[in-house]
């Protein structure tokens, strides 16, 4: 379905409500598996930030602060009244805080995924040049912009294995919306445009005030678990246990944005929290029935 121009999809018929902000290149398909856990108990709202999936492009400026206008826009739109509970992974977490910043009084509570954090560039100050040397934002940017011009057929080509893993978790319709997802150009270019404007973002988010006194819990990974997969790629274990440290610090002080915040290690979970360790959300949100 979609309004405002975003395509966006409602399970469930519980209470409170949850809505959903996914990281950078997330879809509303990945995220299927866990959804279904919380069916009965919540009503779930999740959404495709404009440009991807069947969501239009916008013409303004991929920041935080015209997503959350646009969030906003949607769930105004969809006729949501009372507070919910908003929840950002990664990127969308960072969306998430200046969401917060902007509508608190929206919310009943946030719950921040290993989330991007508003001091973000403390970890390219790091003396870590092998990994630096392959995931700068610059290099994020630039991948992502050559990726938009290329034709369906061949991101089809270049996200074969991608492909193949989605296969075996979602239905035949799924999947296919799952391919038109990952295969339309428009996607890459949008998200070349949210990380070209981190650092834009970061200074957003600071200016627009302290964060709100609502519920807050932070989960952030097990930093362990997290350091092996940039090992496997050639980075040496000492710059992936730097730059996990760092990353750990900077949860640590996403929990310090209120006095009551929570912060929670999903313990044998790598980034995707939602698929590792969904049991440690769950519990989070237990508070919240």
């Known amino acids: 379905m979609r309004l405002s121009g975003l395509e966006y999809i409602v399970r469930g018929e519980g209470k409170p409500i949850l809505v959903f902000e996914l990281g950078i290149g997330g879809s509303i398909y990945n995220w299927d598996a866990f959804i279904k856990k919380l069916e ?26 015209n997503i959350a206008e646009e969030l906003n826009a949607l769930l105004t739109d969809l006729a949501i009244q ?28 946030v719950i921040l995924i290993d989330s991007t954090s508003y001091n973000f560039q403390k970890l390219y100050e790091l003396d870590l040049p092998v990994m630096n040397s392959m995931i700068s934002v610059e290099q994020m940017i630039e991948s992502n912009r050559n990726s938009s011009t290329k034709s369906r057929a061949e991101l089809r080509t270049s996200y074969r294995d991608v492909l193949l893993e989605a296969e075996k978790d979602l239905t ?51 930093e362990l678990v997290s350091a092996v997969p ?60």
């Open 82 to 109: 009372d507070p919910f509970v908003l929840i950002g992974h990664s990127f969308g977490g960072l969306c998430v805080q200046q969401y917060a910043k902007m509508f608190p009084e929206r919310l009943k509570g």
């Open 40 to 65: 009965k108990d919540f009503t779930i709202i999740l959404y495709h930030r404009a440009g991807y999936g069947r969501s239009e492009e916008s013409e303004t400026q991929r920041n935080v602060n």
């Open 172 to 222: 035949k319709e799924q999947f296919s919306m799952y391919e038109d997802f990952i295969t339309n150009p428009v996607l890459f270019k949008t998200v070349a445009e949210e990380f070209a404007n981190w650092r834009e973002d970061s200074e957003i988010i600071k200016a627009a005030g302290p964060f709100p006194e609502v519920p807050l819990t932070i989960i952030a990974r097990d």
């Open 230 to 289: 940039f090992i496997e790629h050639g980075i040496p274990e000492e710059e992936a246990y730097q730059y996990e440290d760092a990353w750990r610090e900077l949860q640590i002080e996403l929990s310090m944005l209120t006095d009551s915040a929570e912060l929670i290690i999903a313990e044998n979970s790598d980034h995707e929290i939602h698929k590792d360790r969904p049991d440690v959300i769950i519990r989070c949100l237990d508070k919240y029935k």
